[in-house]
């Protein structure tokens, strides 16, 4: 296997390295880790996730959630309605009343949300995000074991290509094999609203990789119960955290998460350091799932929680979507190392704050972001290192993943996927060094910075001839991944300097003498692209 291939030359490099007594290194600090950190969440087309499914796909009869529509299901939704808002209260149970007499088995939630739509559109549409979070998780009822796997996977009927998936699940079996024969990795969903039925969905998909996988009940109720010595508790600090019924609906896996809190902080330690490695699960940036994450994380006072530390150092730590950007902490040279807040370009220049506090720690020689090209973000990190007084920063996009192998000798990355990762460094204020990395790029971390492998430079494809780009302002440059676009097209053309526009913001993009393009791979996003310079200046 080429990946498996890959770790293991690393690894005879770095026992070549450590023979050589007495030698000094940037690195000394670091711990044997690899890290595999996803661009975007995992969207694949299941029984339980029909909405990363084509429309036309036929899945089968099996059912993934279920909800159940009865008098004493409505009943018991009146007792702890979550809101002041009694009008919605009295509402939706007339509604649901009616679609009792219409409904008499149970439903999926697409099946329920079209029917309570066919009676009352307006006032379904009218409850609150956590008035409709209850009534859903209310009406849920248990299926099967109360772990309720689906073992259904239609890949091929997804939305989104399954390639970069299908690379990285293979690069985390050959990391974690590499480590033992046996391997086990926790899977950890407290991003999600509810970690529970995200159990399921994930534990599903991991399967691909071959390894032995087990839920870890980190959850932002558990962390609660643990801090404050509190397992009594557990159940209302659920509900706090915006989960409910879950014990009715996922009997085992609740059973699990007390016995987890019973258990105590030592052994869940215990759990994370005896595992091969941990995914961290995470999903696109919003509020309530940065505050999921950083609840089970760190305390109110944004102190490690003792657990936190454990993940952050293990020796095989996966990480997807908007968890990814948690990896940033600790401390350099130049301060405290915080978090990228996902903003875009624009609103960037605009003034909206662009960093949160600091994460987790496993990385500290840059800031990350995710999603990063498409969402139009390279500005919002710019912005984000200018603020945070750091040097070095790193966007990973969408459907593609960055591995970072790091030793007490050097670190190695190298990037998996569709896409690419975008590194900036900052050179003055408004001014950044701007590189790109595409698929199937090696790159070595010196002292002085980041550059790309010998090997990634001797193995690339002829350039191609294309004709030179047009001498005209390019507008609205920082949407629809256009600046991404711009910079192959310079890349492809051997172009060395490009103007972009923002309303009145300009980018300007130019070559110097050390900046190299290089065609690592023959995709749209496949031409490496060293020391090009970007400037933004204001249109006065």
Same mark, same amino acid.
């Given at each position: 296997?080429?990946?498996?291939?890959?770790?293991?030359?690393?690894?005879?490099?770095?026992?070549?390295?450590?023979? #050589?007594?007495?030698?000094?290194?940037?690195?000394?600090?670091?711990?044997?880790?690899?890290?595999?950190?996803?661009?975007?969440?995992?969207?694949?087309?299941?029984?339980?996730?029909?909405?990363?499914?084509?429309?036309?796909?036929? #899945?089968?009869?099996?059912?993934?959630?279920?909800?159940?529509?009865?008098?004493?299901?409505?009943?018991?939704?009146?007792?702890?309605?979550?809101?002041?808002?009694?009008?919605?209260?009295?509402?939706?149970?007339?509604?649901?009343?009616?679609?009792?007499?219409?409904?008499?088995?149970?439903?999926?939630?697409?099946?329920?949300?079209?029917?309570?739509?066919?009676?009352?559109?307006?006032?379904?549409?009218?409850?609150?995000?956590?008035?409709?979070?209850?009534?859903?998780?209310?009406?849920?009822?248990?299926?099967?074991?109360?772990?309720?796997?689906?073992?259904?996977?239609?890949?091929?009927?997804?939305?989104?290509?399954?390639?970069?998936?299908?690379?990285?699940?293979?690069?985390?079996?050959?990391?974690?094999?590499?480590?033992?024969?046996?391997?086990? #990795?926790?899977?950890?969903?407290?991003?999600?609203?509810?970690?529970?039925?995200?159990?399921?969905?994930?534990?599903?998909?991991?399967?691909?990789? /071959?390894?032995?996988?087990?839920?870890?009940?980190?959850?932002?109720?558990?962390?609660?119960?643990?801090?404050?010595?509190?397992?009594?508790?557990?159940?209302?600090?659920?509900?706090?955290?915006?989960?409910?019924?879950?014990?009715?609906?996922?009997?085992?896996?609740?059973?699990?998460?007390?016995?987890?809190?019973?258990?105590? %902080?030592?052994?869940?330690?215990?759990?994370?350091?005896?595992?091969?490695?941990?995914?961290?699960?995470?999903?696109?940036?919003?509020?309530?799932?940065?505050?999921?994450?950083?609840?089970? #994380?760190?305390?109110?006072?944004?102190?490690?929680?003792?657990?936190?530390?454990?993940?952050?150092?293990?020796?095989?730590?996966?990480?997807?979507?908007?968890?990814?950007?948690?990896?940033?902490?600790?401390?350099?040279?130049?301060?405290?190392?915080?978090?990228?807040?996902?903003?875009?370009?624009?609103? +960037?220049?605009?003034?909206?704050?662009?960093?949160? +506090?600091?994460?987790?720690? @496993?990385?500290?020689?840059?800031?990350?972001?995710?999603?990063?090209?498409?969402?139009?973000?390279?500005?919002?990190?710019?912005?984000?290192?200018?603020?945070?007084?750091?040097?070095? /920063?790193?966007?990973?996009?969408?459907?593609?993943?960055?591995?970072?192998?790091?030793?007490?000798?050097?670190?190695?990355?190298?990037?998996?996927?569709?896409?690419?990762?975008?590194?900036?460094?900052?050179?003055?204020?408004?001014?950044?060094?701007?590189?790109?990395?595409?698929?199937?790029?090696?790159?070595?971390?010196?002292?002085?910075?980041?550059?790309?492998?010998?090997?990634?430079?001797?193995?690339?494809?002829?350039?191609?001839?294309?004709?030179?780009?047009?001498?005209?302002?390019?507008?609205?440059?920082? %949407?629809?991944?256009?600046?991404?676009?711009?910079?192959?097209?310079?890349?492809? @053309?051997?172009?060395?300097?490009?103007? /972009?526009?923002?309303?009145?913001?300009?980018? @300007?993009?130019?070559? +110097?003498?050390? %900046?190299?393009?290089?065609?690592?791979?023959?995709?749209?996003?496949?031409?490496?692209?060293?020391?090009?310079?970007?400037?933004?200046?204001?249109?006065?």
């Amino acid at each position: 296997m080429q990946s498996l291939g890959f770790i293991s030359r690393v690894k005879r490099r770095v026992f070549l390295l450590c023979l #050589l007594a007495g030698s000094s290194s940037v690195f000394a600090d670091n711990k044997e880790q690899t890290l595999i950190i996803m661009g975007s969440e995992i969207e694949t087309c299941t029984t339980l996730s029909p909405q990363f499914c084509n429309i036309d796909t036929p #899945l089968r009869n099996e059912k993934g959630a279920l909800y159940s529509l009865t008098p004493k299901a409505i009943k018991r939704l009146e007792i702890n309605w979550p809101t002041d808002d009694k009008s919605q209260l009295v509402a939706t149970v007339s509604h649901l009343n009616t679609l009792l007499k219409q409904h008499p088995l149970p439903l999926s939630k697409q099946e329920l949300l079209w029917a309570w739509r066919d009676i009352a559109s307006k006032q379904l549409s009218e409850l609150s995000q956590i008035e409709f979070d209850y009534v859903i998780d209310m009406l849920e009822i248990s299926h099967l074991d109360g772990l309720r796997n689906v073992f259904s996977i239609d890949a091929k009927n997804s939305k989104k290509s399954q390639d970069w998936l299908t690379k990285t699940y293979k690069f985390i079996a050959a990391s974690l094999k590499v480590k033992t024969e046996k391997p086990t #990795l926790l899977v950890i969903t407290t991003a999600a609203r509810d970690p529970y039925a995200s159990a399921n969905y994930y534990e599903t998909l991991l399967s691909q990789t /071959g390894v032995a996988l087990e839920w870890l009940p980190l959850t932002p109720g558990l962390a609660k119960a643990l801090h404050e010595k509190k397992c009594e508790q557990l159940d209302t600090f659920r509900v706090q955290a915006g989960v409910h019924n879950r014990a009715n609906v996922y009997p085992k896996r609740v059973a699990i998460e007390q016995a987890a809190c019973l258990q105590g %902080t030592d052994k869940l330690i215990k759990r994370i350091k005896n595992s091969t490695g941990v995914i961290l699960i995470g999903a696109e940036f919003d509020t309530a799932t940065d505050q999921r994450l950083r609840t089970t #994380l760190f305390d109110s006072q944004g102190n490690a929680y003792p657990w936190t530390s454990a993940i952050a150092d293990s020796s095989v730590l996966v990480t997807s979507g908007y968890s990814g950007n948690l990896l940033s902490g600790g401390r350099t040279q130049f301060g405290p190392v915080a978090t990228v807040k996902p903003i875009s370009s624009l609103a +960037a220049l605009r003034g909206e704050r662009s960093v949160s +506090a600091g994460g987790v720690g @496993s990385i500290t020689f840059a800031l990350l972001d995710t999603y990063f090209s498409e969402q139009n973000r390279t500005i919002g990190l710019a912005k984000s290192l200018d603020a945070n007084m750091q040097p070095n /920063g790193i966007g990973i996009d969408e459907n593609t993943s960055l591995v970072v192998i790091k030793s007490p000798h050097e670190n190695v990355l190298t990037v998996l996927g569709e896409h690419g990762v975008v590194h900036l460094k900052s050179l003055a204020k408004q001014q950044f060094q701007f590189n790109y990395w595409p698929a199937g790029a090696v790159v070595e971390m010196k002292k002085y910075g980041f550059i790309l492998s010998k090997r990634s430079i001797d193995k690339a494809l002829p350039t191609v001839k294309i004709p030179p780009l047009p001498m005209l302002r390019f507008d609205k440059i920082l %949407t629809d991944a256009k600046l991404r676009s711009l910079t192959q097209a310079m890349c492809l @053309s051997n172009e060395q300097s490009a103007v /972009g526009q923002q309303d009145e913001f300009i980018v @300007s993009l130019d070559a +110097a003498k050390n %900046t190299q393009y290089h065609r690592i791979n023959s995709s749209s996003y496949g031409c490496a692209i060293e020391q090009l310079k970007l400037t933004i200046t204001t249109i006065q």
